[in-house]
């Protein structure tokens, strides 16, 4: 399953037209909150991520990528998600820095599937890249994921 998702990723992108973005994207997010482990069993702490990123002019995204999770057990899987931008930026940090909002969620494929909602936001850092910092809630069948929330930021460029 792992190796189709990623086949079809390198094949979106590589047939995607001049009108959308491809961009690289790597994230790092850390847990704010999580259930207690009474039970021996092992928690995140951690996340990381290295993806490609197609934009849509419509200010959607597709990602998908690598995931790497850290915490009292070290695992690697993949993941895929979806983004939807505000079509005009929601503020100002500074003259010349937007700042658009963004929800979506995704999906990553690690010891056991793993559904996440977020949202946030994209800050222009410069003409070519954006900072992304946001919050998402993990949930899984298994107890190892299961309602974490996680916060994080990443860079796309």
């Not at 990602?63 to 930026?89: H, L």
């Not at 946030?120 to 998402?136: E, H, M, N, P, Q």
């Amino acid at each position: 399953m792992k190796s189709l998702l990623l086949a079809a990723l390198v094949l979106v992108s590589a047939n995607a037209s001049a009108e959308g973005q491809i961009a690289s994207l790597v994230n790092f997010e850390s847990t704010a909150t999580r259930p207690d482990s009474r039970n021996e069993q092992s928690n995140v702490t951690s996340i990381g991520y290295a993806a490609m990123e197609y934009t849509l002019p419509e200010n959607i995204s597709f990602y998908g990528g690598f995931s790497f999770v850290i915490g009292e057990n070290f695992e690697s899987g993949a993941t895929v998600g979806s983004r939807f931008y505000s079509a005009t930026p929601a503020f100002q940090i500074f003259p010349g820095i937007p700042m658009w909002s963004f929800i979506g969620g995704g999906i990553s494929f690690l010891e056991d599937t793993v559904y996440y909602p977020e949202a946030g936001f994209r800050i222009a850092a410069s003409d070519t890249s954006r900072l992304d910092v946001y919050v998402k809630i993990l949930n899984s069948s298994n107890e190892t994921y299961d309602k974490h929330v996680m916060i994080g930021a990443g860079l796309t460029f």
